[in-house]
């Protein structure tokens, strides 16, 4: 199966909730490569390598996890992996 890049944006209450912790856990869990970071407008944005099922998994699992009640919106788009990443970390500006 090839493998696929996605990048996602989650709006809502989503910063100070313990919600990076969560996607880290999740992407961890699925194996997924990639990062996830707080971003100055109050979102949360991920990006994220493996297959399309896992990736897909991955949005589901977060969507319906525990951070389900701070997310307002969710913004994805795909694209083809860049093989750039080896694990799954949570980046600070």
């Keep these: 199966m090839s493998r696929k890049q996605l990048s ?3 709006n809502g209450r989503v910063q100070g909730v ?3 912790a969560t996607a ?3 992407a961890l869990e699925l ?3 990639g990062w996830v970071r707080n971003l100055p407008d109050g979102r949360v944005e991920a990006l994220c ?3 399309e099922e896992v990736l897909r998994l991955f ?5 319906a996890g525990p951070m389900r009640s701070y997310i ?3 913004e994805s ?3 083809d992996a860049s093989g750039a990443f080896d694990d799954f970390q949570v980046r600070y500006f």
């Design 49 to 51: 390598e493996g297959t």
């Design 8 to 10: 996602v944006f989650w």
């Design 31 to 33: 194996h997924l490569t």
């Design 24 to 26: 880290e856990a999740v």
């Design 77 to 79: 788009a795909w694209g």
């Design 72 to 74: 307002t919106q969710t």
């Design 18 to 20: 313990g919600f990076r």
């Design 59 to 63: 949005l589901q699992k977060v969507a």
